[in-house]
């Protein structure tokens, strides 16, 4: 095997072991040693491979993304109504995400950082690698909204910046329904905590994607 060969299976192992830690334990409790120590080897050799943490999270975040794009697509029905087909794919990312709770936290961990501070530390190739993930996923939401467009469904001026809105809304969701936790006042000064049934918050997302989708018309009827 030469070289170049080695080092990509190599790569595909470090990846791989990323992966399965993320979704046994989680994005917060997978430490790079764990990750070297599944692979067999030194933690100094995942940074031959690797620029740092941030750049191996970004990589596994582009794996997972991957399979969010496939999931979405056998989920989605070009010939149905666009605001079924709005509402199937967000209940399928939904499902996903829910399914994969180190997606979300991955996703989110990446979120945080500011763009040039992410920049700074994730390789132009593997930001690239990232930026091809993403949009795969966020075409479908476009492709959706560009329809219902086209039938005078939805009023959308930017179908791309909402489908931004729905992936980082959608990840808000998911990490409220991961919280299992929601606050509101029951009297006066003072708060206290309810569950979060996930079929609920399911449904009101639906509701509220499908909403701003139709646009400001609806606010004045």
């Given at each position: ?42 933690r100094a050799i995942i940074y ?90 966020l075409n479908h939401a476009v ?79």
């Amino acid at each position: 095997m030469a070289v170049s060969e080695r080092r990509a299976e190599r790569k595909r192992e470090i990846l791989q072991a990323t992966r399965a830690l993320f979704d046994e334990r989680g994005v917060r409790d997978a430490q790079i040693e764990d990750i070297a120590r599944a692979v067999g080897i030194n933690r100094a050799i995942i940074y031959r491979h690797f620029s740092g943490k941030e750049e191996l999270f970004a990589e596994t975040l582009v794996g997972y993304l991957q399979e969010l794009d496939h999931t979405l697509a056998d989920a989605d029905d070009p010939t149905a109504d666009p605001e079924a087909r709005l509402a199937t794919i967000t209940s399928t990312f939904l499902d996903f995400g829910s399914s994969l709770p180190a997606f979300v936290d991955c996703a989110q961990a990446l979120l945080r950082r500011r763009g040039e501070e992410l920049m700074d530390e994730v390789s132009q190739r593997v930001m690239i690698d990232l930026g091809v993930a993403m949009t795969s996923c966020l075409n479908h939401a476009v492709e959706i909204l560009e329809a219902g467009i086209a039938t005078g469904q939805f009023k959308v001026r930017d179908p791309h910046l909402l489908a931004n809105i729905y992936y980082t809304q959608a990840l808000g969701v998911l990490n409220l329904a991961t919280l299992q936790l929601s606050v509101r006042e029951e009297n006066p000064g003072l708060p206290t905590v309810d569950a979060v049934p996930f079929d609920e918050v399911k449904s009101l997302t639906l509701l509220s994607v499908v909403s701003m989708a139709r646009g400001p018309r609806d606010a004045a009827d």
